[in-house]
């Protein structure tokens, strides 16, 4: 039986023909919900969870320079809100094998983070770009 409490990426691995990947708890890959026949081993998300943190590091970077550049007048406490996230992440990568910390982490603190983050900060940043006429 399926156990999302359990296999943390359940529904957030995504294959590459587009489908979610799910596990059963007495296998030891993630399989492709569409049957392509793809699967990663469950030991392999180290490798997606940095590629995943490497994705979030990029993106604030991105926002971090377009703030410098136009000098968005709150680009300080933005920064630290992404320095903040990213120091939880880096934390978090300790405890890959600890599913249940990690289910918790994303679901009580990074998903409702990242949407209070998007309509609020973000939103303002946006905001800013669109007044200045940022060249995005």
């Known amino acids: 039986l399926l156990n999302t409490k359990v296999h943390l990426f359940t529904k ?47 993106h604030f970077a991105f926002e971090e320079n377009l703030m410098q550049k136009y000098q968005f007048f709150a680009y300080v406490p933005h920064k630290m809100e992404h320095d903040r996230i990213i120091n939880e992440l880096e934390e978090l990568k300790k405890h890959l094998n600890d599913y249940e910390m990690m289910n918790r982490y994303f679901k009580e603190h990074f998903l409702p983070w990242l949407d209070n983050h998007i309509s609020t900060m973000d939103t303002v940043t946006g905001g800013f770009f669109n007044m200045v006429n940022a060249q995005i």
């Open 12 to 58: 957030y691995v995504f294959c590459i023909c587009g489908a979610r990947m799910f596990t059963h708890s007495r296998t030891k890959n993630y399989l492709c919900r569409e049957h392509c026949g793809n699967k990663i081993n469950k030991e392999d998300l180290e490798e997606i969870y940095n590629e995943f943190l490497e994705d979030v590091k990029n």
